[in-house]
């Protein structure tokens, strides 16, 4: 990493904003900016400080964000995960994939079919998850009335079923 930062520092992608208050650090957000493209990486906050309640950390998020788009940047990624912070500010999300290949020699044992239930529960868990954030969004775009409607809308359109 402190290569990857030294090196991105001397292309002048890498972005780091800190808040500070009484020559105290508060928070720090660390980010790379490439290809028309804000990537908000690392982020850390002094819990233990009064002052952590005030939010800094958001202070400094949507820093970045209005930096951004006075810049022009056309996408602010906040890279994985589904923290609230983050499905409270974005309009849309998009998923990673992790990709594992077992080995083929290996024989069917205990230890194959651990990893195979492994594997089934975590893709189990992304998805029960990414359908949550989904349910999310539209409970807050349509309200607690409609927004039923629009996610089975929503599922229809994205199985195919629609006519």
Same mark, same amino acid.
């Given at each position: 990493?402190?290569?990857?930062?030294?090196?991105?520092?001397?292309?002048?992608?890498?972005?780091?904003?800190?808040?500070?208050?009484?020559?105290?650090?508060?928070?720090?957000?660390?980010?790379?900016?490439?290809?028309?493209?804000?990537?908000?990486?690392?982020?850390?906050?002094?819990?233990?400080?009064?002052?952590?309640?005030?939010?800094?950390? &958001?202070?400094? #998020?949507?820093?970045?964000?209005?930096?951004?788009? %006075? !810049?022009?940047?056309?996408?602010?990624?906040? $890279? @994985?995960?589904?923290?609230?912070?983050?499905?409270?500010?974005?309009?849309?999300?998009?998923?990673?994939?992790?990709?594992?290949?077992?080995?083929?020699?290996?024989?069917?044992?205990?230890?194959?079919?651990?990893?195979?239930? &492994?594997?089934? #529960?975590?893709?189990?868990?992304?998805?029960?998850? %990414? !359908?949550?954030?989904?349910?999310?969004?539209? $409970? @807050?775009?349509?309200?607690?009335?409609?927004?039923?409607?629009?996610?089975?809308?929503?599922?229809?359109?994205?199985?195919?079923?629609?006519?």
């Amino acid at each position: 990493l402190e290569d990857i930062t030294l090196t991105f520092h001397k292309l002048g992608w890498l972005r780091i904003k800190v808040a500070v208050a009484n020559e105290e650090f508060l928070a720090v957000d660390y980010a790379f900016r490439f290809n028309n493209r804000v990537y908000d990486y690392q982020k850390a906050l002094d819990n233990t400080s009064p002052l952590a309640s005030c939010g800094p950390g &958001r202070a400094l #998020l949507y820093d970045f964000l209005d930096e951004s788009i %006075r !810049e022009k940047y056309t996408v602010f990624d906040m $890279l @994985r995960g589904n923290e609230r912070y983050k499905t409270k500010i974005a309009n849309e999300s998009s998923q990673n994939w992790r990709i594992t290949i077992p080995d083929r020699n290996a024989k069917k044992g205990i230890k194959y079919r651990l990893f195979g239930l &492994r594997m089934r #529960l975590k893709h189990l868990r992304a998805r029960v998850g %990414r !359908e949550w954030l989904i349910l999310k969004i539209h $409970l @807050r775009q349509w309200g607690l009335f409609r927004f039923m409607n629009h996610y089975i809308k929503f599922l229809i359109g994205r199985i195919g079923l629609e006519s």
